[in-house]
Structure formats: structure tokens, C-alpha cells
Nanobody, 117 residues
Framework: QGQLVESGGGLVQPGGSLRLSCQASRSIFRFYPMGWYRQAPGKQRDLVAS???????NYTDSVKGRFTISRDNAKIAVYLQMNSLKPEDTAVYYC???????????WGQGTQVTVSS
């Protein structure tokens, strides 16, 4: 419990920016692939962006060019910089980490992002 803690969500107008942060509690997480997922009401949880332990990134098409995922292994943290936000980006955003050996996945509690005028 509480191994991943997100922060940074909130209400923003269309075209605005937010930066999400995810703090991991154990140093082993610096070796795990990590990512951000989101889940809108009535929809499934989908991958937004991921980053490997070495920094390779991947994005879903709808956020390419607008969102940037990064990690700071010294701080055991991962970030999601979200620019040019759209109403369709509204969702609960979840931080995820995956142990590639055991396949165990870890989830944060989620942070709400609402894009509305």
C-alpha cells in the first residue's frame, strides 16, 4: 500500500498545462518500467505514456506532441507534463510500475484531471 503516490491533478482550462508527479517508496522502482494510465467515467483504463528504466518513452497517439513523460531515478519519481490540454483528456490518471521479472504491477491511488472552461 502506498508504494506509488501521485500528485498534481486539478482543474484546468482547455489549452492549459498540468504536471503530474508520481513518487515511489522503494529504490527498486528505479529499475522498473513506469507509466501513466487514465480512466474516464464509464471507460476502461488506458495507457497514456510509458518510460523504461533507461528512459525510452512511448505515447498513445492522442497525446503525442502534447504530453511528455520523464523520470528522475535519483528521486525515484516519474512525471507527466501535459500541455495543450483538451476536454477529452479529463480522467483519473494513475501511475503504474511493473516488475518485469515477477510481472507484478503496482498502482497509485489516482489523481483527477479535469479540463473544462
Amino acid at each position: 500500500q502506498g508504494q506509488l503516490v501521485e500528485s498534481g491533478g486539478g482543474l484546468v482550462q482547455p489549452g492549459g498545462s498540468l504536471r503530474l508527479s508520481c513518487q515511489a517508496s522503494r529504490s527498486i522502482f528505479r529499475f522498473y518500467p513506469m507509466g501513466w494510465y487514465r480512466q474516464a467515467p464509464g471507460k476502461q483504463r488506458d495507457l497514456v505514456a510509458s518510460i523504461s528504466g533507461s528512459g525510452l518513452t512511448n505515447y498513445t497517439d492522442s497525446v503525442k506532441g502534447r504530453f511528455t513523460i520523464s523520470r528522475d531515478n535519483a528521486k525515484i519519481a516519474v512525471y507527466l507534463q501535459m500541455n495543450s490540454l483538451k476536454p477529452e483528456d479529463t480522467a483519473v490518471y494513475y501511475c503504474n510500475a511493473r516488475n518485469t521479472m515477477s510481472k507484478v504491477q503496482y498502482w497509485g491511488q489516482g489523481t483527477q484531471v479535469t479540463v473544462s472552461s
